[in-house]
Each structure stands twice: as structure tokens, then as C-alpha cells.
């Protein structure tokens, strides 16, 4: 038992640390480098912009205008149980394969990084990365969003193909 957690659990958490602090220390970076609601960078004729914003909801400021304290359970107190009990189910189980574990690792550290802002950061959620969207959807510009962000939604996109792929593979 302790063998397969160090072999399959412990080596992913290091991608769970290392994202967990790649998104801080950018996030301390945006906060004490770029002034609020402005662009510190631009690249690629402005495809690309760091931007210093702040979002007290979730994706896409779903609930932004929700009372305080809703956006206060729905976004801090039930996050904190679902990656507590995620990151326990991690541990224990053995259902997972290698990519799983690796893409599971990926959103627990994105899920932290964003919960440490909501906790800490009491305007909310620092966000930097601007994207041009080219009107696609009706956007000119991607939400902004941050490392956090990005490593749960690719981490989400891997664990389902992920999944998809071993349920081809067992159905063979």
C-alpha cells in the first residue's frame, strides 16, 4: 500500500504544490507590479494583454452579484469540502491510472490557488491573463483568468478524455 501511494499519489502532488505556487507567486506579482484595472503587458499586436483584475464570483463572474455571504458558502465553504474530500479520495484510492492522477493532481492545485485568493484576498480573485477571442461566441476578448483557472480546465479536459479512453480500452 505505501509503495503504490509514494509511486501513483505523491510524485502528481508535486505537479499539485507546483501549480499551487506558480499561480501565487504570479498572482503577488500582477497585484505588485500592475496597478488595478489597467494593462501591464501586451504582446502579439495585443492578443495577448496581462491585465490586473480581480473576480469575486466564479467563471465567467457567475454570481458576482450574489449577498456576501452566499458567494461566501457557494464559493469558499463548499469548495473547501469537495477538494478535502477529493484530495482524500485521491490518496486512498486506486482506481485512478497514471494520466488520471496526474490531471486530478492538476485541479486540486488549480482549486487551491484559486481558494487561497478567496480566502486571502478579500477583493477577490486575481485574474491576468487577456485573451482577443476574435468575436467568437459574441466575445471580443476570453474572460480573464489566471493559472489557476487554466491548469483546472485543461486538467478537466485531460481527466475526460482520460476517462474516455479507459472506457474505449475496457470495453474492448
Not at 502532488?13 to 499561480?23: A, E, F, M, P, R
Not at 477571442?133 to 466575445?139: A, E, H, P, Q, T
Not at 471580443?140 to 481527466?159: K, Q, Y
Request: with cysteine; hydrophobic share 50%; net charge positive.
Amino acid at each position: 500500500m505505501t509503495q503504490y501511494l509514494e509511486k501513483n499519489r505523491i510524485k502528481p502532488l508535486i505537479l499539485t504544490i507546483l501549480i499551487l505556487l506558480t499561480d501565487q507567486v504570479t498572482k503577488a506579482f500582477i497585484v505588485h507590479k500592475i496597478p488595478y484595472h489597467t494593462i501591464g503587458w501586451s504582446f502579439f499586436g495585443g492578443i495577448i494583454r496581462i491585465i490586473h483584475t480581480r473576480n469575486l464570483a466564479v467563471a465567467f463572474s457567475m454570481g458576482d452579484n450574489f449577498p456576501h455571504v452566499v458567494r461566501f458558502v457557494l464559493f469558499t465553504i463548499v469548495p473547501v469540502v469537495v477538494l478535502i474530500l477529493l484530495l482524500i479520495y485521491f490518496l486512498k484510492s486506486k482506481e485512478f491510472t497514471p494520466l488520471q492522477s496526474w490531471a486530478v493532481a492538476g485541479i486540486i492545485g488549480g482549486g487551491f490557488g484559486n481558494l487561497i485568493d478567496r480566502i486571502f484576498r478579500p477583493l477577490g480573485v486575481v485574474d491576468f491573463i487577456d485573451v482577443k477571442f476574435y468575436g467568437i461566441f459574441g466575445l471580443e476578448r476570453w474572460p480573464t483568468f489566471n493559472i489557476a483557472d487554466a491548469s483546472v480546465v485543461v486538467c478537466g479536459i485531460l481527466l475526460f478524455i482520460a476517462y474516455v479512453v479507459e472506457d474505449r480500452n475496457k470495453n474492448e
